[in-house]
């Protein structure tokens, strides 16, 4: 059973940056698709960013592409989300998501686990 605890998030103004990690334990992470989703209030989850195994192949949701980074350290078990010029609109719990498969990174429902959620706030 994978377990995943997302940490990072805080009260930040816009502009500024902020870096999520989400360590992984219970399966080979190397193995694992790793994803960020986030969900405002009211909103449904929406997918952040992906990668793959490795960390070789990425993938953005439009609205952060060049503003945030997914990387992983599998030596660690870790997958991160660097955030840099946040804006209000990011405000939102920010979750990580792993996948032993996955053939459309952006689908919520190819995750098979999740973290329990990171508040980031970004005020204006």
């Known amino acids: 059973q994978v377990q995943l605890v997302d940490t990072g998030g805080g009260l930040v103004q816009a502009g500024d940056s902020l870096r999520l990690s989400c360590a992984a334990s219970?399966?080979?992470?190397?193995?694992?698709?790793m994803g960020w989703f986030r969900q405002a209030p009211g909103k449904e989850r929406e997918f952040v960013a992906a990668s793959s195994w490795s960390g070789s192949i990425t993938w953005y949701a439009d609205s952060v592409k060049g503003r945030f980074t997914i990387s992983r350290d599998n030596a660690k078990s870790t997958a991160f989300l660097q955030m840099s010029s946040l804006k209000p609109e990011d405000t939102a719990v920010y979750y990580c998501a792993a996948a032993k498969y996955v053939s459309n990174w952006t689908v919520r429902s190819q995750y098979d686990y999740w973290g329990q959620g990171t508040q980031v706030t970004v005020s204006s």
């Open positions: 219970g399966y080979t992470f190397s193995m694992l698709t």
